[in-house]
């Protein structure tokens, strides 16, 4: 095991994964040279050489393009987009190709590229540098979604993502990057070097996608979330004294379904967090699944926070960010519910 940030678990699962296999190629604006503009493939080009680490122009489209060009004819590239709000220009590509050219095909062809684009507020971007976009991927037959909360499961979910001969959108929670952060901005940054899903295994390993972790047990509700939330909602469950069981997705597409009904049924109660705008965001979807699945077992509502749906503020950042305040309030009326 190795203490590292996600940035160098991100790093190291290119790194594992270019190695194993020479398949694999890595490019995107400033990814080469420059190593990213949040370091996360810093050394490849030197280790690997310019044909499998370069830069791209500043042209989403053509990099997604090139990638899916590149795919169907027997690569794997994992192309990073600088950040998740620059995606739209890619997004005809990604939707009308990538996600449709195994079913076009007949399965003769496949895209399997992994896109990666971090993700989300937490550092005062702003509206155009802090979007969570996840939902607009979801809804896409033929994209794979992945969202991880931390290095551990960065690491192996990004090299399951490389050998997936699909298409995987890979969302990277930048305020994660260096540490867990709980909502509470007020207060110190906790490095990653003092939290136990710091430790990293050397070498290869693979989470499967389609694979929840419980990140708290409990019995009181149940708490559905991902990336950044599954830090907040620790701390609103530790604040508030509910034995509020914690499931970080992880994958929202493949979704582990069974392990969500599994742990509703168990509580009876669930509240639903992410940072993305709520309506129509990733929340609703879960909802359907548990009224679908554990109706008759819930003892009260189905509750959700996340972002509010304005375009997210610069100089309000944290009356947007659903922080542990507003997560810790949806469980006690949740749990106040007779």
């Known amino acids: 095991m190795t203490r590292m940030t996600m940035v160098e678990a991100i790093r190291d699962a290119h790194a594992v994964a270019m190695e194993r296999d020479e398949r694999v190629v890595v ?24 044909h499998r680490c370069f830069d791209a122009p500043i042209n989403e489209s053509g990099i997604v393009g090139a990638a899916i060009g590149m795919g169907a004819y027997g690569l ?40 990666r684009m971090p993700t989300g507020g937490g550092i005062f971007g702003g ?16 994209l794979k979604t992945v969202i991880p909360s931390n290095p551990h499961d960065a690491k192996g979910l990004l090299i399951a993502s490389i050998e997936d001969d699909d298409p995987v959108i890979f969302l990277e929670p930048k305020r994660l990057y260096n540490g867990p952060f709980d909502g509470h901005h007020e207060r110190a940054i906790v490095p990653w070097s003092a939290h136990p899903l710091g430790e990293v295994p050397d070498g290869y390993y693979t ?13 009181d509700l149940t708490v559905l979330t991902y990336g950044t939330m599954v830090h907040v909602a620790q701390a609103a469950a530790d604040e508030t004294g509910i ?12 979704l582990d379904v069974d392990t969500i009904v599994a742990s509703v049924r168990k509580t009876g109660r669930c509240v639903i967090a992410h940072e993305a705008t709520l309506t129509s965001g990733f929340g609703a979807e879960l909802c359907a699944v548990v009224q679908e699945h554990a109706l008759w077992s819930l003892e009260a509502p ?33 749990m106040a519910v007779k």
């Open 27 to 50: 490019f995107g604006q400033d990814v080469g040279y420059f190593g990213g503009v949040f370091r996360c493939t810093q050394g490849l080009q030197q280790r690997f050489g310019t």
């Open 127 to 142: 509206q155009t540098h802090s979007q969570s976009p996840e939902s607009l991927f979801t809804h896409v037959a033929g």
């Open 243 to 254: 034995d509020a069981e914690i499931i970080d997705l992880r994958s929202l597409v493949p």
């Open 76 to 115: 794997r590239p994992c192309v990073e987009i600088q950040f998740a709000d620059y995606v739209y220009p890619a997004y005809d590509q990604i939707v009308s190709e990538a996600a449709r050219l195994r079913y076009r095909s007949a399965g003769d062809f496949t895209a399997p590229l992994t896109i």
């Open 302 to 334: 189905i509750a959700r926070v996340a972002g509010w749906d304005t375009p997210y503020p610069h100089a309000h950042e944290w009356d947007y960010f659903p922080g542990p305040e507003r997560v810790g309030a949806a469980m006690r009326a949740t």
């Open 207 to 219: 989470i499967p996608l389609g694979a929840a972790r419980i990140h708290r047990s409990g019995n």
